[in-house]
C-alpha cells in the first residue's frame, strides 16, 4: 500500500501551544497536501507542497518536507480552539493518474481553552 | 455560490437494497472522485472520472458503481454486493484532467444499514 502515516494518532494541547503533525510515505511523490476535516463534514484544503520544495508557510501554518526521508511535517502556531479537528496528508505519487490522492489515516487534534 | 453539493446527509440501507448517492459541482471542474471513511480512519478511493463519460476504478471499487453522463454529476451506486457499507461518503473534484491539484470536497453522505 502507498498509503501514509501520520503521527500521532491523537494529540491534546493547550490554547496557544504549537502542535505539530507528521507524516510518512513509500513512493517518490509530485506533491504533498495538508487537509482539515471538522467532526462529520468534508475535507479542507490547508496547503499544498511539490516535491522540490522543502518548506511552505501559509498563516499559522508552516509544512516542511524532506523525500530523503519520504516525511513531512504540518505546524500550527499558537493554537485555537478552533484548531480542533483531524488533519490528513494526502499524496500524489508519480506516475499515478492525474490528481489522485492517497490519503493516510490522520491525526486528531485536541485545542483545549 | 459555487460548490460541491452531497444529498442526502444521511441515507438507509434496507439489506438488499441498491442506494443512489447524488453528488453535484457546479465549479467547471473535470474531474471528480468518490470517498469512502470508516470511522478513525483516512480516505479510501471508490471510484474516479476525470473526464464525462469515462471512470475508473479506484482502490475499493467492488459493491459499488457510478456514471458520468454529465459534467456536473457524478453518482454513486452501493449495490447490494456491497457487504459492509455502514460509512461516511466523500465526493471530490478538481479543476482540470490529469492536473495535480487540490481536491474539493462536499461536505458528506452517511450510510446506514437498517
Known amino acids: 500500500s502507498q498509503q501514509g502515516e501520520e503521527d500521532p494518532q491523537a494529540l491534546s494541547i493547550q490554547e496557544g501551544e504549537n502542535a505539530t503533525m507528521n507524516c510518512s510515505y513509500k513512493?517518490?511523490?509530485?506533491?504533498l497536501q495538508w487537509y482539515r476535516q471538522n467532526s462529520g463534514r468534508g475535507l479542507v484544503h490547508l496547503i499544498l507542497i511539490r516535491s522540490n520544495e522543502r518548506e511552505k508557510h501559509s498563516g499559522r501554518l508552516r509544512v516542511t518536507l524532506d523525500t530523503s526521508k519520504k516525511s513531512s511535517s504540518l505546524l500550527i502556531t499558537a493554537s485555537r480552539a478552533a484548531d480542533t479537528a483531524s488533519y490528513f496528508c494526502a499524496t500524489v505519487h508519480l506516475g499515478s493518474s492525474g490528481s489522485r490522492l492517497t490519503f493516510g489515516e490522520g491525526t486528531q487534534l485536541t485545542v483545549n481553552p | 455560490d459555487g460548490g460541491i453539493t452531497q444529498s442526502p446527509k444521511y441515507l438507509f440501507r434496507k439489506e438488499g437494497q441498491n442506494v443512489t448517492l447524488s453528488c453535484e459541482q457546479n465549479l467547471n471542474h473535470d474531474a471528480m472522485y468518490w470517498y469512502r471513511q470508516d470511522p478513525g480512519q483516512g480516505l479510501r478511493l471508490i471510484y474516479y472520472s476525470q473526464i464525462v463519460n469515462d471512470f475508473q476504478k479506484g482502490d475499493i471499487a467492488e459493491g459499488y458503481s457510478v456514471s458520468r453522463e454529465k459534467k456536473e454529476s457524478f453518482p454513486l451506486t452501493v449495490t447490494s454486493a456491497q457487504k459492509n457499507p455502514t460509512a461516511f461518503y466523500l465526493c471530490a473534484s478538481t479543476p482540470r484532467e490529469g492536473s495535480q491539484e487540490t481536491q474539493y470536497f462536499g461536505p458528506g453522505t452517511r450510510l446506514l444499514v437498517l
Open positions: 513512493t517518490s511523490i509530485n506533491n
